[in-house]
């Protein structure tokens, strides 16, 4: 989104002198228009006194204040943007792509060095190419805050689950159950926790009294049998007492880290949810969660990568923000194929993917629509793609009518819809 224009409150625009940073993990490089650049640590108060500075040379020389603008560089920005704000100063960003472009207009130079950066920077700030430092606070800012937690966990879960598939691989590899059976059956826990996964100590106790042992457990007859069946295959591989005691130690270990994962990710969507009715309840969220839509949790998903959905003016500018608006390849006679730019909010992108996933299935809403472009030649993708963009398109008209999901709305223009209700 772009900064908007400044106003005081006589109505003229306000007299700001512009400063820009080139920022990195201990220092950052800065220039101001008609003066030189310098470097400041990545400190706490050698920025604040910096900021400062600029404040007070700026009045003296009949400035209203300063706007700090700078990259968004992996975090490393927030520090000198956080105390700009804190001090009274304007903010805002500038897009680290054109700011490389734009080196190449005023130097033709594709060479990159940070005394350079800041200069390049004022060019994009006289052009208007500048950005919305957007700040979320209140449940908003804690929402999105939750909601890379929750992907931190996930990725965790995914992790771990993965390497007890592995060391499963090894110790029981005649295992026939399936990911769901291991990770989520209560049968699983209690092999784990009386055998270990051990085929050998299984075989070894023999079938009455593993059957006897398990069935107190809870697990059922038949799971009993297939178990103590996939153990006398599992044994054909000889493995040393030892290593297989080990790994079983291993095995308990890896499934104790994936409760407590799962037991974060619980927490996390409680937490999520209650946010998003507090939002409600507030007013400041209109969306519902519907069925055969979307529930709650992924909807404070997808609002945690969004912010406030009012913020946007119109429906391109929060695509822009997903990085889900299309870019053209056109030249001349030639008309190639237009992709998703993928410049925008990575996460957001990958929540609404998950988002839709249930909702392509030929019975559900948009089945008919993402199997009727495969059947047009279109990569599957693709048409995930052009499901997500026109899912993210309906949840931003409900909430900016507040009216209630129908899904006979859904693929109608309104007169269309009029005529036939």
Not at 13 to 21: G, H, I
Not at 101 to 112: C, F, I, L, W
Not at 312 to 330: C, D, H, I, T, V
Not at 358 to 365: A, G, Q
Request: glycine share 6%; net charge positive; hydrophobic share 40%.
């Amino acid at each position: 989104m772009k900064t908007p224009s400044l106003k005081n409150v006589a109505g003229q625009p306000e007299k700001l002198r512009t400063a820009c940073a080139d920022i990195s993990k201990a220092s950052f490089t800065w220039a101001i228009e008609g003066r030189d650049e310098g470097i400041v640590p990545q400190k706490n108060q050698a920025v604040r006194e910096w900021i400062r500075a600029q404040l007070e040379e700026a009045r003296s020389h009949g400035y209203t204040g300063v706007r700090i603008v700078c990259e968004s560089t992996s975090g490393y920005h927030k520090r000198l943007l956080r105390i700009a704000r804190a001090e009274g100063c304007e903010t805002a960003l500038v897009s680290a792509e054109q700011v490389k472009a734009m080196q190449v207009v005023e130097s033709n130079d594709t060479g990159k060095a940070d005394w350079k950066d800041p200069r390049t920077m004022l060019l994009l700030v006289k052009l208007g190419k500048t950005l919305t430092d957007r700040q979320l606070t209140g449940e908003w800012a804690a929402l999105r805050e939750l909601n890379v937690d929750y992907e931190h966990v996930e990725r965790r879960s995914t992790q771990v689950k993965n390497r007890i598939h592995g060391m499963l691989l090894q110790l029981f590899p005649d295992l026939s159950f399936k990911k769901d059976w291991l990770f989520e059956a209560d049968a699983a826990r209690a092999v784990l926790s009386v055998y270990g996964f051990n085929p050998y100590a299984i075989v070894a106790e023999g079938q009455a009294s593993v059957r006897r042992t398990l069935r107190k457990q809870g697990v059922r007859q038949k799971t009993v049998e297939r178990i103590f069946r996939d153990a006398q295959q599992s044994i054909l591989q000889p493995s040393e007492a030892l290593w297989r005691e080990i790994k079983a130690e291993q095995l308990k270990d890896a499934y104790a880290d994936l409760s407590l994962a799962q037991e974060r990710r619980e927490k996390l969507r409680s937490k999520m949810i209650a946010l998003l009715e507090a939002l409600q309840a507030k007013g400041e969220v209109k969306l519902k969660p519907q069925k055969g839509l979307i529930g709650p949790f992924l909807l404070a998903r997808i609002l945690a990568e969004t912010g406030p959905l009012n913020d946007f003016e119109n429906l391109s500018k929060l695509l822009r923000y997903a990085g889900m608006n299309l870019r053209p390849n056109q030249s001349g006679l030639h008309r190639g194929k237009e992709r998703q730019a993928k410049r925008g909010r990575a996460r957001l992108r990958a929540v609404l993917a998950q988002a839709v996933l249930k909702l392509v299935v030929r019975t559900e809403l948009y089945g008919p629509y993402y199997h009727g472009k495969k059947a047009a030649g279109m990569p599957g993708a693709v048409a995930m793609t052009a499901v997500a963009r026109k899912f993210l398109k309906l949840l931003f008209g409900l909430n900016r009518s507040g009216q209630a999901f129908d899904p006979a709305r859904v693929f109608k223009c309104h007169n269309e819809y009029a005529k036939a209700a």
